[in-house]
């Protein structure tokens, strides 16, 4: 991905199918983290289960114009440089009023680096029953929005899409229908959708640079019990910067069980900065099952009239799927036309549910009309297996030719599971783009892991290393990371938690710059089984935390204070009664800072925290918090008093928010070195 440092669990994943025309999103799946994919957060890497594959087939028999399958990701991201009052707030809320009419609304308000976008929107369905219904929904932006990146090579370079310049508020409005046939007597199912978005209207990860209008529609209908009728109209109109109109209709007639005809008719009409013309394209297909293993197909397309630049369509090619045997399958297609040689292959090896092998090339003939990417051909090698009950390996190999890059990966990767304790797991990665028009890159990563549970003790451990290198070395980087957590209940009053964090990079121009970070903590916790009233929590941390230029540090912050501390605190609450808890909280650091990089500059810094709190329950679900604090700083002779207050809702037995004010510049938290923490703020707390 395009950042590094994610913010893990953050990422929304989905593949959306959009037409190769007009580029409207006919499909859209959402992925599912563990099965469908597998995120590394520190290195910004994706690893599909199953390769995604450039493009799809045609949608039509008279179509030269393949649908083109994208992966859509959504994150948030530790960024390089931050002001530490960026947010990002969002709410959605859905109601059925009866069972035939539901309402909604939508908020999303975001600033970043002074960039505010907000975003509004309501929205109603109206259904007969699950099959028919008619939808609208309305949207007005104001800001620009964020920028999105687009990369056609798996991620190891990225082009941005940058945002459209709005000062005014920008409004999107989408209409959209689906009935079937039954109430006619027919057999079928017609939709439209209809969508207009003015220039400068932002939502989260796109953004409209010109006035869209975008228009959709689809007929399919059982004209018998053999044959079957369709029909699709595609528009997309941007204004002065020109139109896309795909017009298209086909008709698909069973001859007998083993043998199936169709015929198609495809037109295109195209005004833009690039192309312009019109065409129009007739298209036979015919597919013939010999057995249950066996179906082999050919189909032919020409252009009967054409004007303008677009290219010829002229196409005649054939293809074959054979079910090999239980366990192996395989897939082809050769064409030759207008604008050259065009294939695919697959072959799927899957001889037992856990063993999967897979292979798969595909040439692309160009089409001036298409809005898919450059790219010619693709092959794709991988295997999956499960050794064991103990050991699963995975590798792959993808290879891309482009107009300008071509590129290159292969991972690598083993888990094991010898027993009802342990996992242990290991990947290695390895990417290179030949770049044409600059240099040469190949980045290098592997990572180690293992973890351990059992009825006392819980822990994890991992490392990962990554190399970037490039021809010239200017691109040249280096990052280390060293991660462990453990638990540890000593009997069943008392439990060990710690934890140890490092992570050394040198790295030129990427989110994460020259610089070290070191956390080390170990704390004991006392939760009497038998007496809930009292419990306690002492805890020691080191920190070492060496910023680079605009490395985020521990606060989240960029270009902050560099320091190295001893920190210990002890904490406790004892419940007086039911409605009523007192605290207090004892803290100390003892450590040197620096407001920049030279390692002469360190002075020395402690400092004393001091907190009693009373936590009370006023009604029924409503609490409030009442905190007096103090925190003393010996090398400056200061002594600051604050005090911090808040009502807490229990919206129910698991979830409790919270609004309140904190009086005092600073913050409970002794490894944060800012005073910019007066100010109000919001809480949302889940226990399980």
């Known amino acids: 991905?395009?950042?590094?440092?994610?913010?893990?669990?953050?990422?929304?994943?989905?593949?959306?199918?959009?037409?190769?025309?007009?580029?409207?999103?006919?499909?859209?799946?959402?992925?599912?983290?563990?099965?469908?994919?597998?995120?590394?957060?520190?290195q910004g890497v994706v690893i599909l289960t199953t390769p995604l594959s450039s493009s799809s087939s045609a949608s039509g028999v008279a179509s030269s114009i393949a649908d083109t399958q994208y992966l859509v990701v959504q994150y948030e991201f530790t960024p390089a440089a931050s002001s530490g009052d960026?947010?990002?707030?969002?709410g959605a809320a859905q109601s059925w009023i009866n069972d035939h009419i539901s309402i909604g609304a939508t908020a999303v308000g975001e600033d970043v680096d002074g960039e505010k976008t907000t975003l509004l929107g309501a929205n109603a369905r109206l259904q007969a029953d699950e099959?028919?219904?008619?939808?609208?929904?309305?949207?007005?932006?104001?800001?620009?929005?964020?920028?999105?990146?687009?990369?056609?090579?798996?991620?190891?370079?990225?082009?941005?899409?940058?945002?459209?310049?709005?000062?005014?508020?920008?409004?999107?409005?989408?209409?959209?229908?689906?009935?079937?046939?039954?109430?006619?007597?027919?057999?079928?199912?017609?939709?439209?959708?209809?969508?207009?978005?003015?220039?400068?209207?932002a939502a989260t990860g796109s953004s409209t640079k010109y006035d869209q209008l975008l228009v959709s529609t689809f007929a399919d209908i059982a004209i018998t019990e053999s044959t079957t009728a369709s029909a699709t109209v595609d528009i997309a109109d941007q204004g002065a910067q020109g139109y896309t109109r795909a017009y298209g209709a086909e008709v698909e007639h069973q001859l007998s069980p083993d043998l199936t005809l169709r015929g198609g008719i495809n037109h295109i009409d195209i005004a833009s900065t690039s192309q312009n013309g019109r065409r129009t394209d007739l298209g036979l297909g015919i597919a013939y099952v010999l057995n249950e293993d066996l179906e082999v197909s050919a189909y032919g397309r020409k252009t009967v009239d054409k004007v303008g630049t677009l290219t010829d369509a002229d196409r005649v090619g054939v293809g074959i799927d054979y079910r090999i045997n239980d366990?192996?399958?395989?897939?082809?297609?050769?064409?030759?036309?207008?604008?050259?040689?065009?294939?695919?292959?697959?072959?799927?090896?899957?001889?037992t549910a856990d063993e999967r092998n897979y292979i798969g090339y595909r040439v692309n003939a160009p089409d001036s009309a298409s809005l898919a990417s450059s790219a010619r051909t693709g092959l794709v090698v991988g295997t999956e297996r499960k050794v064991n009950e103990i050991v699963a390996l995975h590798s792959e190999a993808i290879y891309n030719t482009f107009d300008r890059n071509r590129t290159l990966t292969q991972t690598y990767g083993i888990t094991l599971t010898p027993d009802e304790f342990w996992t242990l797991n290991g990947a290695f990665e390895r990417g290179t783009i030949y770049d044409k028009n600059d240099e040469d890159l190949q980045r290098t990563a592997l990572s180690l892991g293992a973890g351990y549970v059992s009825d006392g003790l819980t822990g994890t451990v991992r490392g990962e290393v990554r190399d970037e290198k490039s021809t010239t070395g200017a691109k040249d980087g280096q990052s280390y990371l060293f991660g462990s957590s453990m638990s540890w209940r000593t009997d069943d009053d008392w439990r060990l938690i710690g934890s140890f964090d490092a992570l050394l990079s040198q790295y030129n121009n990427k989110a994460i710059l020259d610089g070290d970070y070191v956390e080390a903590s170990i704390g004991y916790a006392y939760r009497p089984v038998d007496n809930e009233r009292f419990n306690a929590l002492a805890r020691y941390t080191f920190l070492y935390?060496?910023?680079?230029?605009?490395q985020v540090t521990a606060n989240g912050s960029a270009n902050g204070p560099a320091q190295r501390s001893h920190i210990f605190s002890i904490d406790g609450n004892y419940d007086i009664n039911e409605w009523l808890t007192v605290g207090a909280k004892y803290g100390a650091r003892i450590g040197e800072i620096s407001e920049n990089r030279d390692p002469s500059g360190w002075t020395r810094s402690s400092a004393h925290l001091g907190i009693i709190r009373v936590d009370a329950e006023v009604a029924k679900d409503w609490d409030i918090l009442l905190e007096a604090r103090a925190m003393a700083l010996p090398e400056a002779k200061t002594l600051d008093l604050g005090a911090l207050a808040a009502v807490y809702y229990s919206v129910d037995d698991h979830v409790k928010v919270g609004v309140g004010y904190n009086f005092a510049g600073f913050?409970?938290?002794?490894?944060?070195?800012?005073?910019?923490?007066?100010?109000?703020?919001?809480?949302?707390?889940?226990k399980y």
């Open 1 to 42: 991905m395009h950042r590094q440092d994610l913010l893990p669990d953050s990422e929304t994943l989905a593949v959306e199918l959009r037409d190769g025309v007009t580029g409207v999103v006919r499909s859209r799946k959402t992925l599912v983290k563990g099965t469908d994919y597998r995120i590394n957060y520190m």
């Open 86 to 90: 960026d947010y990002a707030l969002a």
């Open 131 to 201: 099959n028919s219904f008619i939808e609208a929904e309305v949207m007005r932006s104001e800001g620009t929005g964020s920028s999105s990146w687009v990369s056609l090579d798996g991620g190891l370079t990225f082009v941005e899409d940058s945002v459209a310049k709005r000062i005014d508020p920008a409004y999107a409005i989408r209409v959209a229908a689906e009935t079937d046939l039954e109430g006619l007597g027919l057999d079928g199912r017609v939709g439209a959708s209809v969508e207009k978005r003015q220039a400068g209207f």
């Open 327 to 351: 366990a192996l399958s395989l897939e082809g297609e050769v064409s030759y036309g207008s604008t050259g040689v065009g294939g695919l292959i697959g072959l799927v090896h899957q001889p």
């Open 545 to 550: 935390d060496l910023p680079g230029v605009q």
């Open 667 to 686: 913050s409970d938290d002794l490894r944060d070195l800012e005073r910019d923490h007066q100010g109000i703020f919001f809480n949302i707390m889940a």
